[in-house]
């Protein structure tokens, strides 16, 4: 298969807490993203990392990129009730920008 | 500014019936492509135009699927005749051009076949 693999499936934290999604991939990558989804607002671009980018920040999303290892993790610092969502890694081959996303890392924030 | 467009947002229809979904794109923006997201899975691509040029289709199942962009600005997805297994979401992105690789969703359209 293509896509990639988020780790773990799913993940429950308490608020204020911070949360780590990976995401693993077999083939070589231009660039990777990470996009969110909930109910309330959809699938939203989040962060984009390039290949020749190890690590990158936007406010309190952290993602690193390990080409040699072929994995990326998305890290969210203090989290919060709204950071309730699937979070999905999308990789970009470099072919007409076609990206392929994984199966998502279903994140649930308690109160 | 506007975001991408889609309708119906929830649509049931029972096997074998015909079903169409519709997208506008933010304006401006050349690419469209349309996902299909089963329940507990990433979207997985089915079609991506460049301004009214198919780029990609290979994952759409054309003897009961296809897809149209006429003008170049919005689309249109079909099924016919619809299976059991199409239950899904028909999610619609555009980005601005190639290279930009960041794509905007609508809201989709959620999909029963009974």
């Known amino acids: 298969s293509q896509q990639g693999e988020e780790d773990p499936q799913a993940l429950s934290i308490q608020e204020g807490e911070n949360a780590t999604m990976n995401c693993s991939y077999k083939?070589?990558?231009?660039?990777l993203q990470w996009y969110r989804q909930n109910s309330g607002r959809g699938l939203v671009h989040l962060i984009l990392?390039?290949?020749?980018?190890r690590e990158k920040h936007s406010g309190r999303l952290r993602v690193t990129l390990d080409t040699s290892k072929k994995s990326s993790s998305l890290l969210i610092t203090a989290s919060r009730a709204a950071d309730t969502a699937s979070y999905f890694c999308?990789?970009?081959?470099?072919?007409?920008?076609?990206?392929?996303f994984g199966k998502g890392t279903r994140l649930h924030i308690l109160p | 500014e506007a975001g991408v467009a889609q309708s119906p947002r929830y649509k049931i229809i029972e096997k074998r019936q015909s079903v169409a979904f519709w997208c506008n794109p933010i304006s401006g923006h050349a690419t469209l492509y349309w996902y299909q997201q089963i329940l507990g899975q990433g979207p997985k691509l089915l079609i991506q135009f460049q301004n009214n040029g198919v780029v990609d289709d290979s994952q759409l199942p054309k003897d009961r699927f296809s897809a149209e962009r006429l003008k170049g600005v919005d689309s249109t997805l079909k099924i016919q005749p619809a299976k059991l297994e199409d239950s899904a979401v028909y999610l619609c992105?555009?980005?601005?051009?190639?290279?930009?690789?960041?794509?905007?969703f609508g809201p989709g359209t959620r999909l029963t076949v009974l």
């Open positions: 083939t070589s990558i231009n660039n």
């Open positions: 990392i390039r290949s020749n980018e």
């Open positions: 999308a990789r970009d081959l470099n072919r007409d920008d076609k990206i392929i």
């Open positions: 992105a555009s980005s601005i051009l190639q290279g930009s690789n960041e794509q905007f």
